[in-house]
């Protein structure tokens, strides 16, 4: 029997008040801190937490990013353990650019060997009834999905990409290696498109989120190379709210614009975005940085898709 995909590890936050989606993230206007079972608190046991530095990671280049985190700050997935005295153990199974603990269920089928647009549709009922699992892509508009999920697929153009916001305006299916989904999802916020079919594309995109069954878990893209935006944060409290599991995937992280023209790093502005939302999180929630120019990050999030896949097929 399939899991439900409610069942899966998740992270909660309440909703915040809503203001405009150009206000830039503020500690005094975030949500109250939600509490969460203890066995959401990944690593809340250790007493005192240590720091793994996946610079160490094998293979690891000059164009590689450099994170250290403490083990409370590590997601682990499910059926997944650590041992707090081995820390190079712990190190070399943390994916690259993230905060993702590599567990049991990540396999061999991890790798993509064919992808092909299913179809659009514009209501959750005219999606795919196979009983496949499916990941979901979202964000800001222009934040980078079709090109995120090309990169994925090592296709150019499976998903059509434009410089005009607003591309995506249905719920696309694109069926990989014959027996997973992966989603694109209209953005949100800006986008070139009259206000009432943005209303309609953030209606039938939230009632996707609530009634699809077959929904694995929703990665919400970030865009890395600018500070941190407000609606965000929105997005983020309204999917866990609704106890929808997410992963938080920083796009854009090639960029690196200078200093001299008020321009930070993207690992700056990541550190940002987590330090705004740390403290109303029991535990962390996973994240991945991504480029879809240098394909930094697309093994990491095939690897993270696989193991939450495969726990939810055995389960």
Known sequence: MLLHHRLLPRLLLLPSTHTSTSTLLRPSRLPRRLSLSPRFSALSHLAAPETVDQSDNEGATHEDVQVKLP??????????????????AVSARVLKGSNIVLGPYARGDAQVVNADFVKSSVRPDDCP???????????????????????????????????????????????????????????????????????????????????????????????????????DLDYASWLGQNKVPMTLVFTKCDKRKKKKNGGRRPEENVETFQSLIREYFEAAPPWIMTSSVTNQGRDEILLHMSQLRNYWLKH
């Open 129 to 231: 009834r196979d009983g496949l699992p499916e990941f979901a892509l979202v964000g800001r508009s222009n934040v980078g999905k079709s090109s995120l999920l090309n990169s994925l697929v090592r296709r150019k153009r499976l998903a059509l990409t434009s410089k005009k916001p607003g591309k995506t305006q249905c719920i696309n299916h694109f069926i990989v290696n014959d027996s997973w989904y992966l989603v694109d999802l209209p953005g949100y916020g800006y986008a070139s498109a009259p206000q009432e079919a943005r209303t309609n594309w953030d209606e039938f995109t939230r009632n996707y989120f609530l009634s699809r069954e077959t929904l694995v878990s929703v990665f919400l893209l970030i865009d890395a190379s600018i500070p941190a935006k407000k609606i």
């Open 71 to 88: 083990l409370d700050r590590l997601f682990l997935p499910p059926g997944a353990t650590v041992d707090a005295g081995n820390q190079e």
